[in-house]
């Protein structure tokens, strides 16, 4: 059964999409620890970070880093944090968190956006590419 990103990335589900290669996709964390809250997968469903060639790996941190310095631009923030949890969706993501402090990486409060507010926050970080 394809995973939730699956589904966003074969277009059977709508994201706030941030950056799109042939094997890369960016979208905003819907349910986001910090605004700006973003998730880099790769387009193959693959479980596990460690599961995937040496190349996709590369591509998919080389990506993320792309993205993460657009998303600094954009948000204000002390730096960007990264994480690669993995439990929630069988699906490699890496977390692009804006970091102000050290709380917004624990994945236990989180803040609600408008339909609004995402989209334009989506637009903002894709003008930083």
């Known amino acids: 059964m394809a995973s939730i990103f699956t589904k966003i990335v074969n277009g059977e589900i709508p994201a706030y999409k941030i950056a799109e290669d042939e094997n890369f996709l960016a ?4 349910n986001p620890n910090a605004k700006g809250h973003t998730l880099c997968i790769p387009k193959q469903e693959i479980d596990k970070i460690f599961d995937m060639d ?9 990506f993320s880093k ?19 949890v993995g439990l929630e969706v069988p699906h490699v ?18 803040v609600s956006l408008t339909k609004e507010e995402f989209e334009a926050l989506a637009k903002s970080i894709t ?3």
């Open 54 to 62: 040496d190349e996709l790996y590369l591509g998919l941190m080389k």
């Open 27 to 30: 979208f905003l964390d819907v």
């Open 66 to 84: 792309k993205v993460a310095i657009a998303l600094e631009k954009t948000v204000p923030c002390k730096r960007v944090g990264v994480a690669v």
């Open 93 to 110: 993501h890496v977390h692009l968190i804006p970091l102000n402090h050290m709380d917004e990486m624990r994945f236990i409060d989180k």
């Open 127 to 129: 003008e930083n590419l």
